[in-house]
C-alpha cells in the first residue's frame, strides 16, 4: 500500500500546471527557429523521434503513416539567407489534465523575404507530446491552404472544454476504439459527438467554427462519408486522444477520397466528444 501510495504523488508530483503555456511557447519557438534556419532544419530540430507523417491511399482505407524525420533528413539543406520565410502563430489549443498531449492550430503563411508578398497561405495543425525530460516535441504536423488568410488575431486563447453529451449517445465507460467505430458513417451519430464549440478545417475552405457551422458545411458538401481509421494517441490521463485515418465520401461532384485527424477530448460526465477535425481530399 505504502509503494502504491509513493506512485501515485510521484505521478502527481510530475503534472506541470503550465503545461499549455509551455506548449504554447515551444510552439513560438519552433515557428521563430523555422524562420530562421528553414523548413528542414526547424522541423528536425522540433520534431519528436517518434514522430509520424500521413500518406494518402487510392481510397480511404489504402492511407498509412510513416515516420516523419526520415522525409525530412532527405531534404536539401537550404540555402542562407532564406529566400521565404514560413511562418505561423498558435490560436487555440488544448492539453491533456497529465499536461503530456495536447493539439494546437493557427494561421500560417509563406512571405517572400524581401517583398514580404505572401506565395501561400492556410491553418496548420499539430499535436505535440511532452518528452521524458520534460520538453515538448511535434508527434503529428497536418495543414490545410485556405482561400484567404487566418482572420483570427493573437493573443492566444484555450480551447474551451466540450459540453456534456446527451446520455443516450454514449457513456462513460466507452473506449476511444467504440467511441470511434459509432461514427465511422457519419451521419447523425458523427453529428451527436459533436462539441459545442469545435472547429473543423477543410482542405481549401476557411475554417467552421461551432457545432452549427460545422454540421452545415459538411452536410453541404457530402451525402455519405465513411472513415476509417488507421491510428491514435490517447494521453496517460485518459481525457484527451488524437486519432487519424482515412475517408471516402460522396459528394456532388462523385466519389471524394482523402485523410482526417480528430482530437476527442471527455466531458465533465466522461462521454468522449469531438472537439477538432481536420481532413483533406486527395483524390
Request: charged fraction near 25%.
Amino acid at each position: 500500500m505504502r509503494s502504491l501510495v509513493l506512485a501515485v504523488t510521484l505521478v502527481t508530483q510530475q503534472i506541470d500546471p503550465q503545461a499549455l503555456p509551455r506548449m504554447v511557447a515551444a510552439e513560438r519557438a519552433f515557428a521563430a527557429a523555422t524562420a530562421e534556419i528553414g523548413v528542414r532544419d526547424g522541423f528536425l530540430t522540433f520534431f519528436a523521434d517518434d514522430s509520424i507523417s500521413i500518406v494518402p491511399g487510392a481510397d480511404g482505407s489504402k492511407v498509412t503513416v510513416v515516420p516523419a524525420r526520415p522525409g525530412l533528413e532527405s531534404r536539401p539543406e537550404p540555402k542562407l539567407p532564406l529566400p521565404a520565410q514560413l511562418i505561423w502563430e498558435p490560436f487555440t489549443g488544448q492539453v491533456s489534465s497529465d499536461g503530456t498531449l495536447g493539439w494546437l492550430t493557427g494561421g500560417y503563411a509563406s512571405l517572400t523575404v524581401t517583398t514580404r508578398e505572401i506565395v501561400a497561405r492556410g491553418a496548420y495543425f499539430s499535436v505535440w507530446k511532452r518528452q521524458t525530460n520534460g520538453t515538448w516535441r511535434v508527434w503529428l504536423d497536418e495543414g490545410i491552404s485556405l482561400p484567404d488568410v487566418w482572420r483570427d488575431a493573437s493573443p492566444f486563447r484555450a480551447a474551451p472544454d466540450p459540453d456534456s453529451a446527451p446520455a443516450a449517445t454514449s457513456s462513460a465507460a466507452e473506449t476511444l476504439d467504440q467511441a470511434e467505430r459509432s461514427v465511422s458513417s457519419g451521419g447523425d451519430a458523427w453529428r451527436a459527438r459533436l462539441a459545442e464549440a469545435l472547429r473543423l478545417h477543410r482542405d481549401g475552405k476557411m475554417p467552421f467554427v461551432e457545432r452549427d457551422a460545422v454540421i452545415a458545411g459538411i452536410t453541404a458538401e457530402w451525402k455519405t462519408v465513411r472513415y476509417t481509421l488507421i491510428k491514435s494517441e490517447t494521453a496517460a490521463s485518459g481525457d484527451l486522444a488524437v486519432t487519424l485515418g482515412g475517408y471516402d465520401a460522396t459528394a456532388a461532384s462523385g466519389p471524394e477520397h482523402g485523410t482526417w485527424v480528430r482530437v476527442w477530448k471527455r466531458d465533465v460526465t466522461g462521454r468522449w466528444r469531438i472537439v477538432f477535425e481536420t481532413s483533406k481530399r486527395t483524390t
